[in-house]
């Protein structure tokens, strides 16, 4: 992250990025938005420091109905510790599924024959779900999704909309330009195995 700072980079909140897809966000150098899925509790251990430190906001999608949870070897954030995040101004949260954490788009192929495929009322439901969760939490309706493993179609992607999802993220490898589809947003993974150096070159396509 501090990498990222001093080489020029403006890391955004979720209002910004939506802004910066319609075209409208303006003076605004090496536009980046940092974000993490699932949820997990480490978040709160280690990202909530790094980003009061360097004042740098971060996007977390939860999985809804894991908060507070302990699943085989992963703790998940509790709703008191999303709620110190939110408070603390640089972490904005969105839906990572209530408890579709799954390959949702195979089962929906599987289904593919029946005159009215179950589930997308599966999905219209868990959206609901968790909706209402995250905004229990934060006191605002979120405005973003992260499909989970980056799947979706576009039924799935008319019933986020639907649901009053603004901005719908994938796993597609790439960069997004201002006007770009806010409904199919790309994302670079970084993982454990990154450096800083890596990190910056994944940053910017003029360092690749």
């Known amino acids: 992250m501090q990498a990222l700072i001093e080489a020029g980079f403006t890391p955004l909140n979720l209002a910004q990025t939506r802004l910066f897809m ?4 303006e003076n605004i150098a090496q536009p980046v938005l940092i974000t993490f899925d699932d949820g997990y509790e ?8 790094v980003a009061r430190q360097l004042k740098i906001p971060m996007t977390v999608f939860m999985i809804t109905s894991r908060a507070g949870r302990r699943i085989q070897f992963a703790e998940y954030l509790t709703e008191s ?8 101004g640089y972490f904005d949260f969105g839906s990572h599924t209530h408890d579709l954490h799954t390959d949702t788009v195979s089962i929906f192929d599987a289904f593919s024959g029946h005159a009215e495929n179950p589930v997308l009322r599966l999905l219209q439901r868990d959206l609901r779900m968790s909706t209402a969760r ?3 939490a934060l006191g605002k309706r979120p405005l973003a999704l992260a499909w989970p493993y980056g799947k979706f179609n576009g039924e799935f992607s008319a019933i986020a909309r639907h649901s009053g999802f603004r901005l719908h993220f994938t796993s597609v490898y790439g960069y997004n330009e201002p006007g770009a589809n806010p409904f199919a947003i790309k994302r670079i993974p970084v993982t ?16 690749r």
């Open 22 to 25: 319609a075209g409208t966000l």
């Open 42 to 49: 480490s978040l709160y251990h280690f990202a909530l420091p």
């Open 81 to 88: 510790q999303i709620k110190e995040m939110v408070g603390s």
């Open 134 to 136: 995250l905004e229990s």
């Open 192 to 207: 454990s195995r990154d450096t800083a150096e890596s990190v910056l070159r994944k940053a910017s396509p003029l360092r």
